[in-house]
């Protein structure tokens, strides 16, 4: 029986296949011409357009804060995520384990289960991420302590507590990476009259981004159009002038930490602050994020190992695991 593991996110889509690990790791990103509406590249080949198309070809993303935007630009991108991995066994269908956000409406919900079948898939089993990234962070969430995961993806952070295989309380905000990104070209927009592309915003962000200010600040160079002359030009930026940039955005996703860590029953509070908490998802690159989450709850935070695998590795092991898991699996039809 073949079975695939798919994280699809608003950034990053990754695939899993049991026995073989991750095989696949590509950007959400499609390109499509649109006089004859056709598809003419999905993935890295895509992402690499963003924000230097005609105006004859559109770059989108069709997957928004996590959930479904664009269904059939989806069901493309699944078919082709499907059929990149299948290879020999084409004719047959795959069984498909796909992460979803913990805060996804049943109409979303309903959408990816549509998507996925349509792209070729024989059922669809849908699970939540923060159970996911638990699972993939090596945390024992069967056992009947508290774990408190914290999930920053590209559209959407989720924090959750899980306990005997379910969550206890959970927060899903649509604040993540998309928005750091979109805070730093912003910044730099008022601050040196610059307009810098997506892609540049999110360079910056993973080479001298911190969610702390550091002693010895980084420096980079940075190049976009003047917003007066509108000619090219280059600036320098440091690492603290990042930090003061995106720290309105991680004030947002700390904002929701504490308000689960409020909700949780008392039992498991004390559980949390015995083992801390684990930062997961691609969020978790940031420099310095488990300090600042630290700091700023007073409980201690870890980082998962390969953060940015953790939801795809979550899938792989419920995929082998289906018996174990079944309470923590949604609706499959």
């Not at 889509?13 to 991750?22: C, E, N, Q, R």
């Not at 990816?112 to 939540?128: D, R």
């Not at 409020?262 to 004390?270: K, N």
């Not at 092991?317 to 699996?329: A, G, H, P, R």
Request: with cysteine.
């Amino acid at each position: 029986m073949k079975k695939i593991g798919i994280d699809l996110g608003t950034c990053n889509s990754l695939v899993f296949l049991p026995g073989k690990g991750v095989v696949l790791q590509e950007p959400s990103v499609v390109a499509v011409a649109l006089e004859e509406n056709r598809i003419l590249a999905i993935g890295n080949e895509a992402k690499e357009m963003t924000g230097r198309t005609p105006d004859t070809i559109r770059v989108y993303r069709p997957l928004k804060d996590g959930v479904i935007a664009d269904f059939r630009v989806t069901q493309a991108m699944l078919k082709y995520f499907i059929d990149r991995v299948s290879g020999f066994w084409r004719f047959l269908k795959p069984d498909l384990m796909i992460g979803v956000p913990a805060g996804i409406t049943s109409t979303e919900r309903r959408a990816v289960i549509e998507a996925a079948l349509n792209a070729g898939a024989k059922q669809a089993f849908l699970a939540k991420e923060p159970i996911l990234a638990a699972i993939g962070a090596g945390i024992p969430i069967n056992s009947c302590s508290g774990n408190m995961i914290v999930d920053i993806g590209g559209g959407t952070s989720e924090i959750a507590v899980i306990s005997l295989g379910g969550i206890v309380t959970c927060h899903s905000v649509r604040v993540a990476g998309d928005k750091m990104d979109l805070a730093i070209s912003d910044y730099i927009k008022k601050k040196y009259n610059l307009a810098i592309g997506e892609q540049t915003a999110e360079e910056i962000k993973i080479k001298i981004g911190t969610a702390l200010p550091e002693k010895e600040a980084r420096m980079l160079e940075v190049r976009g159009r003047d917003l007066i002359s509108g000619l090219p030009r280059t600036i320098k930026i440091s690492s603290n002038e990042i930090c003061e940039a995106i720290a309105d955005i991680l004030g947002e996703i700390i904002h929701v930490v504490k308000q689960v860590l409020r909700e949780t029953p008392p039992e498991l509070s004390a559980d949390i602050i015995d083992k801390g908490m684990i930062v997961s998802g691609g969020g978790a690159l940031l420099r310095n994020i488990a300090e600042k989450v630290s700091l700023e709850t007073g409980v201690p935070c870890f980082l998962a190992e390969d953060p940015l695998l953790c939801v795809v590795k979550g899938t792989g092991v419920m995929l082998e695991n289906l018996e174990t898991y079944k309470k923590s699996i949604m609706s499959k039809r």
